[in-house]
């Protein structure tokens, strides 16, 4: 069984770029959730994707948007980058929306912007 | 979901049990609580959780008040690979949407 893997690790853009981040669910999971961690702070909640539907959202710009596929990956992409972007992108997985025991997170991708 | 508040830093010695508070004085009848951990630099790992009885599993033990308004998150035997932050988070159980509201947590050191 493998976990859930993020890509790319660490990324640098500058401030107007777009960009796309990956992640790979845990075999058997439907479910994906992106958080952005700033630095010193907790993880905060971006969106979540169900069965390639977005299925909740949290308070972040329309920019910020993402897709998951039919294997259940998922990407997000955040357009028109800005500096206070800069953060820790992690990306959750677990068994569905009924799951409540356990959310299995990536090591996530560090995004600076310049 | 109910907000949560935690100390910002504990100190533990190694070897001896860390014991991390949590008040969710406005915690709803169908809440749990949860607890996760995030070692420097990797993606937050899940602990254990909690309705309104006393839980244990191989990592720690949750202790949940009567009233439901605290509890104590107990690593038993503190190791310096248990140093992280510990965050306390209350949620609806199988809620659609399943949006973890982390705080800034309990950064917890454990020292030789």
């Known amino acids: 069984e493998t976990g859930v893997t993020q890509s790319p690790t660490h990324l640098i853009k500058t401030r107007g770029q777009q960009v796309t981040l990956r992640c790979s669910s845990q075999?058997?999971?439907?479910?994906v959730s992106w958080y952005q961690q700033a630095l010193g702070q907790g993880p905060q909640f971006i969106f979540q994707?169900?069965?390639?539907?977005?299925?909740g959202r949290g308070n972040f710009p329309p920019r910020f948007s993402g897709l998951q596929f039919p294997n259940y990956s998922s990407e997000l992409n955040v357009n028109a980058l800005e500096l206070d972007d800069s953060a820790l992108y992690l990306c959750?997985?677990?068994?569905?929306?009924?799951?409540?025991?356990?959310?299995?997170f990536g090591p996530g991708t560090r995004l600076t912007v310049l | 979901d109910a907000k949560t508040t935690q100390p910002p830093s504990m100190d533990c010695a190694e070897g001896r049990a860390a014991n991390l508070p949590c008040n969710h004085s406005?915690?709803?009848?169908?809440?749990?609580v949860y607890w996760y951990r995030q070692i420097h630099s990797q993606g937050p790992q899940y602990i254990i959780h909690?309705?309104?009885n006393n839980e244990t599993n191989e990592m720690a033990s949750l202790i949940i008040t009567e009233d439901r308004k605290s509890s104590t998150l107990i690593l038993p035997h503190a190791t310096l690979r248990d140093t992280a932050v510990y965050y306390c988070?209350?949620?609806?159980?199988?809620?659609?949407?399943?949006?973890?509201?982390f705080g800034k947590g309990t950064s917890l050191l454990v020292t030789p």
């Open positions: 075999s058997g999971h439907n479910t």
């Open positions: 994707y169900y069965r390639e539907e977005e299925n």
């Open positions: 406005t915690i709803s009848g169908n809440e749990y």
């Open positions: 909690g309705l309104k």
């Open positions: 959750a997985s677990s068994g569905g929306l009924d799951s409540y025991n356990e959310q299995f």
């Open positions: 988070i209350v949620r609806v159980a199988g809620n659609s949407g399943y949006a973890l509201n």
